[in-house]
Every structure is written in structure tokens, then in C-alpha cells.
């Protein structure tokens, strides 16, 4: 099995990203297979960090988000990122 690569985001800098950390934690992913992007909109296209997660992944790892607030752009951007990667699936 791969590893856990977390993604955690807030919209503004005034949120804290704690939470969805401590939860990313918990579910076995490591510190150093974190991802966080802080005061950036899930709306804009390219956020830093997410991208940076979705290059990070090889066969067998599992991309974990603690929040899906929006199925639809989270959704949208996996098939981007999957497709553009040369992945066939995102689950068997």
C-alpha cells in the first residue's frame, strides 16, 4: 500500500487549518505528506498546495482531504489532476 497524502484548506487567513490537521493526523498521515493551503479560495483554479499534493502522488498512494465542502470543484479538480497525472481510476 502507498501512503496517505493529506490536504487541508481555508478561504482566509483568519481560519485555522488545526482541526482538519489534527484529523489528517489521525487518520496516519504523516507530517511530511501534509499539504496546506491557507487564504485560498476552493473557487480559483490553482491552489499552490493542492497541486503540489496531487504531483506528490504515485501508484497506490490515497489523496485524503479533511473537508470536501463542495463535491462538485473538489470532483473537478481530481479529474484534472488525475488526468493529466496518466491515472485510469481513482478507486477498483
Not at 496517505?4 to 511530511?32: C, E, F, K, N
Amino acid at each position: 500500500m502507498g501512503k496517505l497524502i493529506g490536504y487541508a484548506r481555508v478561504s482566509t487567513r483568519d481560519q485555522s487549518t488545526d482541526r482538519q490537521v489534527d484529523d489528517l493526523r489521525a487518520a496516519g498521515v504523516r507530517h511530511d505528506d501534509l499539504y496546506i493551503d491557507q487564504g485560498v479560495s476552493g473557487a480559483r483554479a490553482s491552489r499552490p498546495q493542492f497541486d503540489r499534493a496531487i504531483s506528490a502522488l504515485i501508484d497506490g498512494d490515497i489523496h485524503v482531504a479533511a473537508v470536501v465542502d463542495t463535491p462538485g470543484r473538489v470532483l473537478a479538480s481530481l479529474t484534472i489532476a488525475t488526468d493529466s497525472a496518466g491515472f485510469r481510476q481513482l478507486a477498483e
